[in-house]
């Protein structure tokens, strides 16, 4: 243990003879855990409300989807078929077409997307954890899978034949259209499910038979939008990514999950980036107090640090022991606060104190990855203030003491 370091720890445990000096130090710690506790308590709000954000993308995203760069769709040849099923790492994949179209039901309209999909959607996108209501449509049928929020503007019943749910798309082609019967194609849907995820999804999407939909589209049998692909927990994405590209040609666009929700990772991100350098400014501010206190220290010991000086200890150790002293009062306000942190986290996990509405508590999550930025952000910005505030000790403050 060096000479300064000791010096230092017993400055850090033992009361100065000034009063002032003593609140003003005490002032400065409490200063450090309110600080690291609010830092860490908000970050683990917003990576819990980060991941609440995307727990919706996972219900309706794939782990990688396939589209092409020319056109909307694309032909699966068998060939093709053979060699992503022999990809290791795959687990499995659906056919999907996709397209806008217009719905009308009972004398009402609304423009939506309809998602045709095949028996094995369920098991890449685990949509059946998100109806409300019914169950999930039947292969080869007739049946749909509505969103709440189109229920809500079409005034939509289940499993009615008497009132079906018509599905219009436009035919392709060119020529004159001489009755409205000439422009679209047109299907009828019995809804037996309604999913509710969010206000946005919720109004998007209606999910039928992949077999309807290739027909409302005028698509061949082996002719889809996307196929979308759940990966095995072990399997190497990227390399998945590259044996994709080989097998479906340069023509062929695969993206994951955060690809696929590119706008909402990086609002998220910014987010968090932002809300960190305001609470990091924060304790940049209380950190103040930290090098106000140290200087009002190094005045109270004048003297000592005269003596020590005379007995042959350079300036620069001598700084060092206030600049230790400091490190010592952020780590124990840094782990303080981290503690208090963790316990109020912890609660809200297990008791949900907070709640957003009397069912939903308000999300957070202990992440590791936080307490490394609390600590990192209270080091780094403890050790600029303690070293500041250790520079006012100089050869003309010893000899005039």
């Known amino acids: 243990m060096s000479f300064p370091f000791y010096i230092a720890r017993r400055y850090t445990i033992s009361r100065s003879k000034s009063t002032a000096v003593n609140i003003i130090s005490v002032i400065a710690a409490l200063g450090i855990v309110v600080s690291a506790t609010a830092l860490f308590v908000i970050l683990s709000v917003f990576s819990g409300l980060k991941n609440f954000s995307l727990s919706f993308t996972n219900a309706t995203d794939p782990d990688l989807k396939i589209t092409t760069s020319v056109g909307k769709s694309f032909v699966i040849s068998p060939e093709q078929e053979k060699k992503l099923k022999a990809i290791n790492g795959i687990t499995v994949y659906t056919k999907v077409v996709e397209e806008r179209v217009l719905f009308y039901y009972d004398q009402k309209e609304h423009v939506a997307f309809l998602k045709g999909t095949d028996s094995l959607f369920t098991t890449v996108n685990p949509m059946e954890k998100q109806l409300v209501v019914g169950y999930w449509a039947t292969p080869l049928t007739t049946q749909c899978v509505v969103g709440i929020g189109t229920v809500s503007k079409l005034s939509l019943g289940l499993s009615s034949f008497s009132h079906r749910l018509e599905v219009y798309v436009p035919k392709p082609g060119k020529g004159t259209i001489d009755t409205p019967d000439d422009a679209f194609n047109k299907s009828a849907l019995i809804p037996v499910g309604i999913y509710s995820i969010n206000d946005d999804v919720d109004s998007k999407y209606v999910y039928c038979d992949l077999g309807i939909a290739q027909s409302l589209l005028q698509f ?4 889809v939008t996307a196929i979308e692909i759940k990966l095995a927990p072990d399997a190497s994405e990227d390399n998945i990514k590259e044996q994709l590209i080989t097998v ?15 706008s909402l990772y990086k609002m998220l991100n910014s987010e968090n980036l932002i809300t960190y350098l305001i609470c990091s400014l924060v304790v940049v501010l209380t950190l103040f107090c930290l090098a106000g206190a140290l200087i009002m220290l190094i005045l109270d010991k004048k003297e000592n640090i005269k003596t020590l000086y005379c007995l042959g200890l350079e300036v620069r150790s001598i700084r060092n022991i206030f600049l230790y002293q400091g490190l010592f009062i952020t780590a124990l306000g840094a782990f303080a606060g981290l503690l208090l942190g963790s316990i109020i986290v912890l609660l809200q996990m297990k008791f949900s104190l907070i709640t957003i509405t009397p069912t939903l508590p308000f999300p957070v999550e202990f992440n590791i990855l936080n307490i490394v930025i609390v600590l990192l952000t209270l080091f780094i910005l403890g050790y600029l203030a303690s070293r500041i505030a250790a520079g006012r000790v100089n050869r003309k403050l010893i000899e005039n003491s």
Do not use: E, H, S, T
């Not at 479906?248 to 590119?262: H, I, P, S, T, Y």
């Open 220 to 223: 061949k049998p082996n002719q």
């Open 248 to 262: 479906f040609g340069k023509n062929a666009v695969v993206k994951n999950r955060a690809q696929l929700n590119d």
